[in-house]
């Protein structure tokens, strides 16, 4: 552990089995160290140009994701081999002393009817037709009847088609097969019965104001990111070094992995994220995003209400403070509202704010027509260590839906 401490790729694999009491070694039958997984493999079992046999383990903290990853590795491995797709499996005996033999190739069945995937792609399709587009996209599908007699489709998902989970995700290989530029536009009635075409529908005042600020932050030199509306619990609350009150964020009941436990409440983990995997890149680097974020709220029928946010961040060798400052005074000024005194409602005005995110002192809070509308400030040095990300920042959080 000590001695990768100081290496910049496997450092950051180390919190893994760092303060475990025992460590995962993989040992040959005469006890030559083969692997230190995550950390590390050994020369031992490095794969040359002469090696025939390849035995491939693979080790994880979510048995899903290591299921997902060997079955995708053995099946391609499986076309080179000398009996081609033949793999011989292995018996794993765990801790608890249960027995598995991996890999599980076993293919599992969906049921998706027709007229749920010609109804979501907008048009017309045969059962034959269907079937063909199915098996071009490597999902073997069957037809059935149901008690209704209603046509479905039994599709066969096999091993290597790990993104299939949900019968939507069956109708959008249908949709790609078809070719998504052959979906015509059609007319659709409002609700005063006149018709026009589907493309020609106005946005949500929400979404317009949405893409009129994205362009507009673009314009002053910063890059847009998307990041996932998901994310762990230690990433939304500890590492921001904030407290989890039970009271804000939306929990995930069965995750599939701990990647994705929660639904931000904030924009900044997804932000800090691309900041840490791109540390090579020429500083300084200027990003945004505009997103939704989810809180809990016991007066929404579904517990829950989305908030469009619009979030910035600067990093290079000073926190640049006074870039993020101005590009708030500038997004206020294209949304046409004034900077006033404190205490007036006409306007917005900033006052001194105590975020743990945030650098005490070098942060503030932005508030519009009386109410508290974002915060922006230097981000805190044990947040930036907590990403692993060695440079200055300062971040803005702004909610766009005050504008509306």
Not at 185 to 193: H, I, P, S
Not at 284 to 298: S, Y
Not at 365 to 382: D, L, M, N, Q, S
Request: charged letters at 25%; glycine letters at 6%; proline letters at 5%.
């Amino acid at each position: 552990m000590e001695f990768y401490k100081s290496d910049l790729k496997l450092k950051k694999f180390l919190h893994i089995i760092e303060d475990s009491p025992v460590f995962p070694v993989l040992y040959d039958s005469k006890r030559t160290v083969l692997s230190l997984p995550p950390i590390i493999n050994g020369a031992h079992s490095a794969i040359t140009l002469e090696t025939k046999n390849v035995f491939i383990e693979c080790t994880a903290t979510d048995l899903t994701k290591a299921k997902i990853v060997l079955n995708t590795m053995v099946t391609a491995f499986s076309e080179y081999c000398a009996d081609k797709f033949v793999i011989e499996p292995v018996e794993v005996i765990s801790s608890d002393g249960k027995s598995n033999i991996y890999p599980d190739l076993s293919v599992y069945n969906m049921e998706v009817s027709l007229s749920y995937i010609t109804g979501l792609i907008g048009v017309s399709l045969e059962a034959e037709e269907v079937t063909k587009f199915l098996n071009r996209m490597q999902l073997h599908a069957k037809q059935s009847t149901s008690a209704k007699k209603q046509c479905n489709f039994i599709v066969s998902v096999p091993p290597t088609r790990s993104d299939v989970l949900h019968p939507c995700d069956v109708m959008e290989d249908v949709a790609i097969a078809y070719g998504f530029n052959s979906i015509k536009d059609k007319a659709v009635a409002d609700n005063k019965g006149s018709k026009r075409l589907a493309g020609s529908l106005t946005l949500l005042p929400l979404n317009e104001i949405s893409d009129l600020i994205r362009k507009e932050v673009a314009l002053i030199g910063f890059t847009e990111v998307l990041t996932f509306i998901l994310c762990s619990k230690k990433e939304n609350f500890a590492m921001l070094n904030r407290k989890d009150d039970k009271s804000r964020a939306v929990i995930i009941g069965n995750p599939r992995s701990s990647d994705f436990e929660a639904v931000r409440t904030s924009l900044m983990p997804g932000i800090l994220k691309t900041v840490a995997h791109n540390k090579d890149h020429p500083k300084p680097i200027k990003i945004f995003e505009v997103g939704d974020v989810a809180l809990l709220d016991d007066t929404r029928d579904v517990g829950a209400k989305n908030l469009r946010q619009l979030a910035a961040l600067y990093c290079g060798a000073n926190a640049g403070f006074e870039i993020i400052h101005g590009l708030v005074d500038r997004v206020m000024e294209k949304n046409g509202v004034p900077f006033v005194s404190p205490g007036d409602k006409s306007g917005y005005y900033i006052e001194r704010s105590d975020e743990p995110e945030f650098l005490a002192g070098r942060q503030a809070r932005i508030i519009y027509k009386g109410k508290h509308a974002g915060t922006f400030g230097i981000v805190h040095p044990e947040v930036l260590n907590n990403f692993d990300i060695p440079d200055p920042c300062s971040f803005v959080e702004l909610n766009i839906e005050s504008f509306l």
